[in-house]
């Protein structure tokens, strides 16, 4: 081997070296040659893809329910304000189902880490990028996720509360189920050839069953119609159904393989402090980090922890905490309401123990 191939193979194993102590973690999972590259992936392989969820995943964790949809009726009203903070093209951050991709069809990220303390969430996730990927348009992915036959006269401008209006009088049909079913599994195992284990493939199963079996109710309030037709505060309509060009940016960020969901608890030892080493070598920072309601769980000194892992990802003065507290707002009347913070200012002296 040559002078110039040793000194090149000496900077990358010092950056790698460097990404881990640095996070004060000893030596983290290996990261790739493509990983090490500075700049934001314009597009993950398959094996990138799961790779960086194994390689940040935690154990899988419990809560005492499924969450398979929101239950935060109100979170599109801080967008406005989150649109003035961040700028497209960073990377996002979020935990649980399919609030994210409101946020993120609204901050339009470059790569989003989606973040659940149970693997559950990861299979919510997987379901959602098959679908994504095998519909051309709202309408089309609206009648897959509920396994209903797609009602005439859908098209691309038609409103939002239009479009669930029309599927609310259309019956799930079975056939359609397995037929969709098949689809997903072939779109994960065989398409993006994803080694899936047998308790994964059953758990994506068990969550696309819920959506067949319960419709528009997944949870019984708030409705999955309900969630979508949900406006900002100023009557616009900002739900990730709610137009065609948002639904487009997020298929085809997850035909990329740029929305990748990974196990984790906020407080623990990897997840977080993976993602940010290599956010971080892809010259990435964080826009927005959406927290639901976790803080109030993470107690007995897990809050600290937490700060700490925020602590270690790039973050500037944009990078923005998206937080959703419970209890009665001043405007908004009781339910669960939604607010803005500074990441870096509120981690910069984050408690010691």
Same mark, same amino acid.
């Given at each position: 081997?040559?002078? @110039?191939?040793?000194? !090149?193979?000496?900077?990358?194993?010092?950056?790698?070296?460097?990404?881990?102590?640095?996070?004060?973690?000893?030596?983290?999972?290996?990261?790739?040659?493509?990983?090490?590259?500075?700049?934001?992936?314009?597009?993950?392989?398959?094996?990138?893809?799961?790779?960086? $969820?194994?390689?940040?995943?935690?154990?899988?964790?419990?809560? &005492?329910?499924?969450?398979?949809?929101?239950?935060?009726?109100? #979170?599109?009203?801080?967008? +406005?304000?989150?649109?003035?903070?961040?700028?497209?093209?960073?990377?996002?951050?979020?935990?649980?189902? %399919?609030?994210?991709?409101?946020?993120?069809?609204?901050?339009? +990220?470059?790569?989003?880490?989606?973040?659940?303390?149970?693997?559950?969430?990861?299979?919510?996730?997987?379901?959602? !990028?098959?679908?994504? =990927?095998?519909?051309?348009?709202?309408? %089309?992915?609206?009648?897959?996720?509920?396994? !209903?036959?797609?009602?005439?006269?859908?098209?691309?401008?038609?409103?939002?509360?239009?479009? #669930? $209006?029309?599927?609310?009088?259309?019956?799930?049909?079975?056939?359609?189920?397995? /037929?969709?079913? !098949?689809?997903?599994?072939?779109?994960?195992?065989?398409?993006?050839?994803?080694?899936?284990?047998? %308790?994964?493939? =059953?758990?994506?199963?068990?969550?696309? *069953?819920?959506?067949?079996?319960?419709?528009?109710?997944?949870?019984?309030?708030?409705?999955?119609?309900?969630?979508? $037709? /949900?406006?900002?505060?100023?009557?616009?309509? *900002?739900?990730?159904?709610?137009?065609?060009?948002?639904?487009?940016?997020?298929?085809?960020? %997850?035909?990329?393989?740029?929305?990748?969901?990974?196990?984790?608890?906020?407080?623990?030892? @990897?997840?977080? &402090?993976?993602?940010?080493?290599?956010? @971080?070598?892809?010259?990435?920072?964080?826009?927005?980090?959406?927290?639901?309601?976790?803080?109030?769980?993470?107690?007995?000194? @897990?809050?600290?922890?937490?700060?700490?892992?925020?602590?270690?990802?790039?973050?500037?003065?944009?990078?923005?905490?998206?937080?959703?507290?419970?209890? &009665?707002?001043?405007?908004?009347?009781?339910?669960?309401?939604?607010?803005?913070?500074?990441?870096?200012?509120?981690? &910069? $002296?984050?408690?010691?123990?």
């Amino acid at each position: 081997m040559g002078a @110039k191939p040793m000194r !090149k193979m000496a900077r990358w194993v010092g950056v790698a070296c460097g990404l881990a102590l640095g996070l004060g973690l000893g030596v983290l999972p290996m990261l790739s040659r493509t990983t090490l590259d500075a700049k934001p992936p314009a597009r993950l392989t398959d094996r990138e893809f799961w790779q960086l $969820s194994v390689d940040a995943s935690e154990p899988n964790g419990y809560f &005492r329910s499924d969450n398979l949809t929101s239950n935060e009726l109100g #979170f599109e009203r801080v967008i +406005p304000e989150l649109l003035t903070r961040t700028r497209p093209g960073a990377g996002y951050l979020g935990v649980g189902p %399919e609030q994210n991709f409101t946020y993120m069809a609204a901050t339009r +990220p470059a790569i989003a880490i989606i973040f659940d303390i149970r693997r559950g969430n990861l299979h919510v996730q997987l379901m959602y !990028k098959a679908l994504f =990927e095998l519909a051309r348009n709202r309408a %089309e992915f609206i009648s897959m996720l509920f396994s !209903k036959p797609r009602p005439a006269g859908l098209g691309p401008d038609s409103p939002v509360v239009d479009l #669930f $209006s029309a599927f609310g009088t259309s019956q799930s049909d079975e056939m359609l189920y397995q /037929q969709n079913l !098949k689809a997903i599994e072939e779109r994960l195992t065989v398409h993006h050839a994803l080694p899936l284990s047998i %308790e994964d493939r =059953e758990g994506v199963e068990h969550v696309y *069953r819920v959506f067949f079996d319960r419709g528009f109710a997944v949870r019984f309030s708030p409705t999955y119609a309900d969630l979508m $037709s /949900q406006t900002d505060g100023a009557g616009i309509f *900002r739900s990730y159904l709610a137009s065609e060009s948002s639904f487009a940016f997020l298929r085809e960020l %997850e035909t990329q393989n740029l929305v990748v969901p990974v196990v984790g608890d906020f407080a623990g030892p @990897k997840a977080i &402090r993976t993602v940010g080493a290599y956010l @971080k070598a892809h010259g990435s920072t964080v826009g927005a980090f959406y927290l639901s309601n976790v803080e109030q769980y993470l107690q007995d000194g @897990k809050w600290a922890a937490f700060c700490r892992n925020v602590a270690t990802l790039p973050l500037d003065g944009s990078s923005t905490f998206i937080r959703s507290t419970s209890g &009665r707002g001043a405007v908004f009347g009781p339910g669960f309401v939604s607010s803005l913070g500074a990441m870096a200012a509120e981690t &910069r $002296s984050c408690p010691a123990n």
